[in-house]
């Protein structure tokens, strides 16, 4: 099968599960280098989309997203990567998810789970994830 | 807290979690529009990139998305939409998630999953989902 990256500039959108718990943890995006690296290595390699470029999701905290199976939908336009995800958390806000937060229809937020680390110690100044 | 349409065309992924199994049901799109539908009727309501119109999930089959939480990420670009899914599954080609196979390193797919429903009974020869 033949992914359709187009529909999304080039891009697949890929969400990122635990596949212990279920939780969703982030979602990324995938262009075919990073899919094919990441299925090469094992471990999660996104394109970020600000930075224009491969990005090793843990290359710098070490918290790398080991996979362990690879879904693709209906109109395989879009992935579901089911990891274990190595370490306490994958959000640069020092959260397991990056969906720490529930979004009312006002836009108010609210953080709904509690921080796991300290991002200021895994991260400091540098602030690539 | 404003959402990023911006990043992805004027659009934010909506990824559709049941909310009672964890399972990962279908990943959509939603501009501001689909977003407010969503969050004043508390059921669904995506963008169609293909048919470029707001598309109400299940308005043919039925098989609504019954809004239970969304949670908004750290860079406020991508939504997890946690739902009670009505019906026997929200995918077209009749699975409960449109997640139904998975993708190993050659592209190849096997079907991980049961069909819950059949889908030319549902959907007839009109294919809106």
């Given at each position: 099968m033949e ?40 471990e ?21 997203l ?20 190595v ?16 979004f009312?229809?006002?836009g ?22």
């Amino acid at each position: 099968m033949e992914l359709d990256f187009e529909k999304s500039g080039g891009l697949v959108p890929a969400i990122i599960q635990d596949e212990r718990t279920g939780d969703v943890l982030m979602l990324g995006f995938m262009n075919p280098a990073a899919l094919s690296e990441t299925q090469r290595t094992g471990e999660v390699v996104f394109f970020s989309r600000s930075r224009n470029k491969l990005w090793k999701k843990g290359e710098s905290s070490g918290h790398v997203l080991k996979v362990r199976e690879v879904r693709v939908d209906c109109d395989a336009d879009a992935l579901l990567v089911r990891v274990e995800a190595v370490g306490p958390g994958v959000c640069h806000e020092g959260y397991r998810s990056c969906f720490f937060r529930s979004f009312d229809a006002g836009g108010n937020t609210s953080v709904i789970a509690e921080r796991t680390f300290d991002p200021e110690k895994i991260y400091g100044a540098e602030k690539t994830r």
